[in-house]
């Protein structure tokens, strides 16, 4: 199914038919939502389930124009004013971790609780190593500005500097991802006041362990619970356990 907003068609899912006890899934990004089927057939039975495929990702088309995180939260918002999803639980992975921080603590839109799992948001301090890596790849994009060969070394430089994230990426989506990146959502992690609780991975690199604990600082009602063995993706990991884990988190709702 598709809704659209802001000249975007994007594409949704809804499973379950529990109309009054609504669970809205935001994956990570790229074309992760199918790495949620586990977790949404556990849940259908009991709870409406939606989730979407972000612009330029899975079945919706790359955006007009270059995003903010705070365009991708305005989509989700305007996803749920139009499917009146109202007061739902929040299951989020690392960049849908961003988009949470976004709603819930810089446009205070009501939910009844969070499952954070590895989310991203935390800007981590560039290493010295990574400084000198930027300065070598600013000067050199520089030097070949006027080859004849130019896009043929661009792509050398990409190869040689980019993350595997940048090199990923489809045409037209690199300055969306540099934007969301370069955002540091700190300041709106102490503003949420719904019950959260964090799932990371101890091993994860993506999103190390160090910001779920800063995180989870930051959150006024929160706790953490720490999977020794996973890495970026616990829920994969560990499907069963961490059903249980957010089903017993779900009893008191």
Sequence with gaps: MYFNTKSMSIYY????????????????????????????????????IYIIDYPGFGNSKIPPSDLTIYNY?????????????????????????????????????????????????IKPKKKF????????????????????????????????????DYQNLPQGMHQTFKNIVNEDLTQYFKYINTECLLLWGKLDEATPLKDGQKINQLLKNSAIIIYPYAHHFPYLEYPYLTNQIILNFFKDE
Excluded at 74 to 96: Q, T, V
């Design 129 to 164: 190593i990574a400084h000198i890596k930027e300065k070598l790849y600013k000067f050199l994009k520089k030097l070949i500005r006027f080859s004849k060969k130019k896009e043929k070394y661009q792509q050398k430089l990409l190869n040689t500097f980019a993350s595997n």
């Design 73 to 121: 939260a305005e989509i989700i918002i305007n996803f749920m004013k139009k499917l009146k999803i109202s007061n739902p639980i929040i299951i989020a992975h690392s960049f849908g971790g961003r988009i949470a921080a976004i709603i819930t603590g810089y446009y205070k839109i009501p939910v009844t609780k969070m499952v954070l799992i590895d989310i991203a948001g």
């Design 13 to 48: 899912e809804k499973h379950g038919t529990i109309s009054d006890k609504t669970i809205l899934i935001l994956p990570g990004w790229g074309n992760t939502r199918s790495t949620f089927t586990n977790i949404i057939n556990f849940f259908k039975n009991d709870y409406t």
